[in-house]
């Protein structure tokens, strides 16, 4: 069963990196601190980097497994383990985490070390979340992960993020209370915390939908889906840009990855019962949550919300229940960590000259920072879907699947090609486009080599999975065929509802 520890290495090394520079204090020089954030971050990279090469792309089942008693009284178990869903979101982590490092290296002045270790112990979490396979195990990291996200957004955002923290963190919290009411339940029924327990657990209908709608509380706010949505609009324009890029980029996928974990598997019945509901739910996400882009007057306020409804074409893939649409909402989730990470650099990159991300204020951008306005406006086009970029791919697949499954859901689905394409080109217009708007905007230095490297190691990635979409269908094909046929097998004892 064990496997190297590599799991384990990829989750506390960082954690564990981001303690030492914890404990550097802020006496060390600048230069230094941020030099060995970016080492810490390149070693936890590689670290993952063994869980593409030496991953079974044939094998359904979890691998580079470990397993050690941590509570044996309450049978709760270290017990770590990827497949082919967990496995290309971690590989997005640690990668993100390495962009952050560079994006925050001549931004973040105050309290560097701080402001690194709280990234370097998020990632490792993050990964942790991704790698739990006990229940208990999964919700401690789960819930840890909020306190250096809090931080980051309260010590480092922006006038209003107190506020701002403070509804991320109650809106996360208390939809993950109903969560952990389930594993309790589920811990009753089987004695054991291990998923692999609850996968195999009869339960009847009635069960089914109330433990289906505890995960979703917690899933459906991370994800997030509507009506849940709006705190995220709120933490984004508050957070700092590495804050920004970690929340869309990883954070939200933690919900999409947590359904098809926890709560459809965990529930299939209940999963098919309610497909339509969550259907409905993200048609409104990707066609409503569209419009509200367009009106938004702030440029992160407009990726924010762009986000939503990009998360929305996940869920839907989900709800299918078909290959196509799973391995769609996989790559949809993958590419959207790389072209969302990269609109909130492109904003950041602006704000740290100008310190407005108000769309008013600029205008003519692309005559004083053509090379900046070049990667821009390829990561608004890989938003809106253009064939090419890795932002068409997932669509696609899912709308695919979504016309076979009814064709009305697979039409109200594709408007957001049209409606992505509106309100990314009416932002691009109206910042890089025409007349130098002002003095401010005159005044603009295009980008250096820190903020070249970071978005064109994103172009890079964005242009590569769109064209060679393989990368990430290979990990998941096998596992998405044997967690389909969990979901054909009803768990409702032969006795009845």
Not at 125 to 151: Q, R
Not at 276 to 295: D, E, G, P, Q, R
Not at 456 to 476: C, H, N, Q, R, S
Request: aromatic share 16%; charged share 10%; proline share 3%.
């Amino acid at each position: 069963m064990q496997h190297n520890h590599i799991l384990s290495y990829s989750i506390w090394l960082p954690i564990l990196a981001g303690f030492a520079m914890l404990m550097m204090g802020s006496d060390c020089k600048a230069n230094f601190t941020r030099w060995l954030a970016l080492a810490f971050s390149l070693l936890a990279f590689a670290i993952t980097l063994p869980l593409y090469t030496q991953f079974d792309f044939a094998k359904g089942a979890f691998q580079f497994e470990e397993m050690l008693p941590w509570i044996p009284s309450f049978n709760v178990n270290y017990h770590l383990g990827i497949d082919g869903i967990s496995a290309p979101l971690i590989l997005l982590t640690s990668f993100t985490t390495v962009i952050v490092v560079i994006a925050a290296w001549e931004v973040i002045t105050k309290n560097i070390a701080q402001y690194m270790a709280a990234f370097l112990i998020m990632s490792g979490l993050m990964i942790g979340v991704f790698s739990a396979l006990d229940g208990l195990l999964y919700y401690v990291f789960w819930e840890a992960m909020l306190i250096p996200m809090f931080l980051v957004i309260g010590i480092w955002g922006g006038e209003n993020r107190v506020y701002a923290t403070i509804k991320f963190f109650l809106y996360t919290l208390l939809g993950s209370l109903l969560m952990l009411v389930a594993f309790i339940y589920l811990y009753h029924q089987t004695g054991s915390f291990e998923i692999s327990d609850y996968y195999q657990l009869p339960l009847s209908l009635k069960a089914q939908v109330l433990i289906f709608m505890a995960f979703f509380m917690a899933f459906a706010v991370k994800i997030p889906m509507w009506p849940v949505h709006t705190w995220l609009p709120d933490a984004h324009v508050e957070a700092p840009t590495g804050g920004s890029v970690v929340l869309a980029a990883i954070m939200l996928k933690l919900g999409g990855y947590s359904f098809l974990r926890f709560a459809m598997p965990i529930a299939p019945d209940a999963a098919h019962y309610l497909s339509s509901f969550m259907i409905t739910l993200s048609l409104i996400a990707i066609v409503y949550i569209a419009f509200v882009a367009l009106v938004q007057k702030d440029m992160k306020k407009l990726i924010a919300y762009s986000s939503i409804s990009h998360m929305g074409f996940v869920t839907l893939g989900f709800f299918i229940f078909s290959q196509l649409g799973l391995e769609g909402a996989m790559v949809q989730m993958i590419s959207h960590g790389f072209i969302s990470a990269a609109m909130f650099l492109c904003v950041g990159v602006l704000y740290d000259r100008m310190h407005s991300r108000q769309i008013a204020d600029y205008g003519g951008v692309v005559n004083t920072m053509p090379v900046f306005a070049a990667f821009a406006v390829l990561f608004a086009m890989a938003n809106s879907g253009l064939p090419g970029t890795s932002g068409f791919v997932g669509e696609f697949m899912v709308i695919l699947a979504a016309v076979k499954h009814n064709f009305w859901v697979g039409f109200l689905a594709a408007t957001t090609l049209i409606f992505g394409a509106a309100y990314s080109l009416w932002m691009v217009k109206r910042v890089f486009y025409g007349d130098i708007a002002n003095m401010h905007v005159a005044d603009l230095k295009d980008i250096n080599k820190r903020e070249f490297l970071m978005l064109a190691i994103l172009t890079i990635m964005v242009i590569g999975l769109g064209v060679y979409p393989k990368l990430i269908t290979d990990f998941t094909h096998t596992s998405a065929i044997q967690w389909l046929s969990h979901m054909a097998v009803s768990k409702i004892p032969a006795a009845g509802l």
